[in-house]
């Protein structure tokens, strides 16, 4: 007597997780890491203040190991399960704020605003753009002096 009732009790309890966990997957299939959420709000903030205001639903962001020890961050596109921006765990873990807005900011630029790289330089031998690769010659200094202009150039 005592187990048909547990039996019809557990397949309920069983029932009711596959439907919550269904429908919570629904919620959660875009997600990002607490601890980048403070850029991703900056930079639609930064990108609202320049008249640009941008959809960011279906874009997820993590902390991970990349390997390679020369990729700090990486975007990737597709097109159902959204784009993902993801940062080296072991930059993350010592890199001051504006290397992270720094490295953030450059993958949300192709994740969300479809850049791709501009190596162009100054005379003055800086970057241009914050959507240089890396690889290329130009000076980047990114800080609380050069950021609204680097940003402007972002988001123009
Ligand atoms: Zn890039």
């Not at 187990?3 to 429908?23: D, E, H, I, M």
């Not at 900011?105 to 994740?111: A, K």
């Not at 241009?128 to 940003?151: F, H, I, P």
Request: net charge negative.
């Amino acid at each position: 007597m005592k187990r048909f009732p547990f039996r019809s009790y557990l397949a309920v309890a069983v029932a009711v997780l596959l439907v919550s966990s269904c429908s919570k997957d629904e919620v959660t299939e875009f997600f990002v890491q607490t601890e980048l959420q403070p850029y991703f709000d900056s930079f639609v903030e930064e990108a609202l203040l320049r008249g640009k205001p941008l959809d960011m639903t279906k874009v997820n962001g993590v902390i991970d190991d990349i390997e390679g020890t020369q990729v700090l961050g990486r975007c990737e596109q597709a097109s159902e399960s959204g784009n993902y921006v993801t940062v080296d765990a072991a930059f993350w873990s010592k890199a001051t704020h504006w290397e992270k807005e720094y490295v953030i900011f450059h993958e949300l630029g192709h994740c969300v605003l479809d850049r791709r790289h501009l190596e162009n330089q100054n005379p003055d031998g800086t970057c241009v753009s914050m959507m240089q690769s890396g690889t290329s010659d130009c000076r980047m200094t990114y800080n609380a002096q050069t950021r609204s202009k680097y940003l402007d150039e972002l988001f123009k």
